[in-house]
């Protein structure tokens, strides 16, 4: 995903103690210290740490930790909470396993079990998300793209 709005983040080389300015796209790679040619990886954007300001990135994402927390406590099991994400192949997979437990369930009582496992998975998913900070949140599901629990 192409992010057109990066801005810059302020960092300091581990080696040299260098100020450094970077954009924030480039969180988690790994350069060279322009002062000193040391390596070291660039970390994810997390909150300033001044005022408690957060960084862009992760405020615009965290603005998704609501949403996709409602969309899984009450309509989990359709994998919505996945959709806010943007995790669509997770969010298919719950909507396809669900679809299928309804419409073989009037015929079969095991596939009515699936979207009751697949609600209480989301029920937990949901609680995580309102749970974790905005940093965490940011860290878990947009950084890692952790896709279950």
Request: a neutral charge; glycine letters at 10%.
């Amino acid at each position: 995903m192409h992010n057109t709005n990066v801005s810059p983040m302020d960092i300091t080389c581990p080696h040299c103690q260098a100020p450094l300015t970077v954009k924030s796209n480039f969180g988690g790679t790994t350069t060279d210290c322009p002062h000193c040619g040391g390596k070291f990886q660039i970390p994810v954007p997390t909150a300033f740490s001044g005022g408690g300001n957060q960084h862009p990135d992760v405020k615009a994402f965290a603005s998704k930790k609501i949403a996709a927390g409602i969309c899984a406590i009450l309509f989990g099991e359709l994998g919505i909470h996945k959709f806010v994400l943007g995790l669509s192949t997770p969010g298919a997979i719950m909507l396809v396993l669900t679809l299928s437990g309804v419409f073989t369930g009037a015929c079969l009582f095991f596939p009515i079990i699936i979207p009751i496992v697949l609600r209480v998975i989301a029920m937990v998913e949901g609680i995580i998300y309102l749970t974790k900070s905005d940093e965490d949140f940011y860290q878990t599901y947009a950084v890692e793209q952790k896709e279950w629990f």
